[in-house]
Antibody, heavy 117, light 107 residues
């Protein structure tokens, strides 16, 4: 069965960087992309970006364009989200999700990133 | 960016009720719309894509309709496990924006 297993929670100081991983299994990794979505405490869902696991093509929300990098490692079927220059309002649960042609069907369990001095 | 607006923001209903949630896009998105369900402390669950196609395993009491700018999610007969927050999302153009969510509560 399709599974996306994310790395554990992180606590970071303002200005630091965080990398969240998303290990995929149960399907051919390169035939789908991975979207990243975040959710601040008590808030709604916010789309951050998408990466093709086939060729590494990416699309980022303008809001995150300068601070986020999405990558994949096909040898380990793992996707990564790197967010830099963290601020307190980056405190959120970060989700990866499998998608193709914009359609998302499976989600990771989420990773809580807390930014606090 | 395309703005997605859901209504209502919250809704109280009883088990067995028929419920409809509306999602409006700020510009036409054809049928490039998805619906998600999220329960507290859990990851979202994908329900519908293409405005009306159920994801595998989603009960048939869920249905979606609409195209262009106006869409609806209908639950034909509410079950206890359906009380959750529902989100629409357009995937017509980047960035793929979400509605603000509709919280469905037990009356």
């Amino acid at each position: 069965q399709v599974q996306l297993v994310q790395s554990g929670g992180e606590v970071k100081k303002p200005g630091a960087s965080v990398m969240v991983s998303c290990k995929a299994s149960g399907y051919t990794f390169s035939t789908y992309g991975i979207s990243w979505v975040r959710q601040a405490p008590g808030q709604g869902l916010e789309w951050m970006g998408w990466i093709s696991a086939y060729n590494g093509n990416t699309n980022y929300a303008q809001k995150f364009q300068d601070r986020v990098t999405l990558t994949t490692d096909t040898s380990t079927t793992t996707a990564y989200m790197d967010l830099r220059s963290l601020r307190s309002d980056d405190t959120a649960v970060y989700y990866c999700a499998r998608g193709r042609n914009g359609v998302v069907d499976h989600w990771g369990q989420g990773t809580l990133v807390t930014v606090s001095s | 960016d395309i703005q997605m607006t859901q209504s209502p923001s919250s809704l109280s209903a009883s088990v067995g009720d028929r419920v409809t949630i509306t999602c409006r896009a700020s510009q036409g998105i054809r049928s490039w719309l998805a619906w998600y369900q999220q329960k507290p402390g859990k990851a979202p669950k994908s329900l519908i894509y293409g405005a009306s196609t159920l994801q595998s395993g989603v009960p048939s009491r869920f249905s979606g309709s609409g195209s262009g700018t106006d869409f609806t999610l209908t639950i034909s007969s509410l079950q206890p496990e359906d009380f959750a927050t529902y989100y629409c999302q357009q995937y017509h153009s980047y960035p793929y924006t979400f509605g603000q969510g509709t919280k469905l509560e037990i009356k």
